[in-house]
Each structure stands twice: as C-alpha cells, then as structure tokens.
C-alpha cells in the first residue's frame, strides 16, 4: 500500500521560492493522475495542480504562472516548484492521487510566506 510522504515547507519571504517534495513508499507509476493540495487556516482543501502520467499539467488560476508540477515515476516522487510566492499562498500542503483517496492524505507540509 502506498504512502505519502510531503516535505521542503517552511518560512519564506514574499517573493521567494520553495521546493515541496512528495516521496511515495510504493510506485507512483500505475497512477495517472497526481495533484497537489493545500488548505489554507478556514479553508477548504484545494486543489492547486495536477499531473498525468504522460505528463500534461494543470494549475489552479491562483497559482499559474508561478507554480510547477513535475513528477518523477523511477524515484516515485512528485515534486511541486514554488515561485514568487505570495501570502495568500500560506497553507498546509499535501499531495494525492486526484481526486484524492482518503487513506492517502499524510501531514502535509507548511508553507508560510511572511515578511
């Protein structure tokens, strides 16, 4: 059974950049469809970019432009590139199969982006 495992959150000045990563336990390969979350404190969880397994992305309009999604399917690691990251973009992390699969949700990664 997979399991995920989200990192690289943490502290970041508005305008500076962060690199989540997603390590999977199992093979990410048989999964078409991978995403990245985030729920923001007295939000809902949302969904901010997903990727296929032939690698076509999409991005949430918040965040196109800014954020990259990318997957590695020999290392089973999904990775998620944030760039000119703004305050609106503080938010717990998370990354699933889209839509997500509830035994799959981990802790997540904070991202706070503060001056």
């Known amino acids: 059974q997979v399991q995920l495992v989200e990192s690289g959150g943490g502290l970041v000045q508005p305008g500076g950049s962060l690199r989540l990563s997603c390590a999977a336990s199992g093979s990410i390969r048989s999964i078409n469809v991978m995403g990245w979350y985030r729920q923001a404190p007295g939000k809902q969880r949302e969904l901010v970019a997903r990727?296929?397994?032939?690698?076509?992305?999409n991005y949430a309009d918040s965040v196109k432009g800014r954020f990259t999604i990318a997957r590695d399917n020999a290392k089973n690691t999904l990775y998620l590139q944030m760039n000119s990251l703004k305050p609106e973009d503080t938010a717990v992390y998370y990354c699933?199969?889209?839509?997500?699969?509830?035994?799959?949700w981990g802790q997540g990664t904070q991202v706070t982006v503060s001056s």
């Open positions: 699933n199969t889209v839509p997500g699969i509830g035994r799959f």
């Open positions: 990727i296929t397994g032939s690698g076509t992305t």
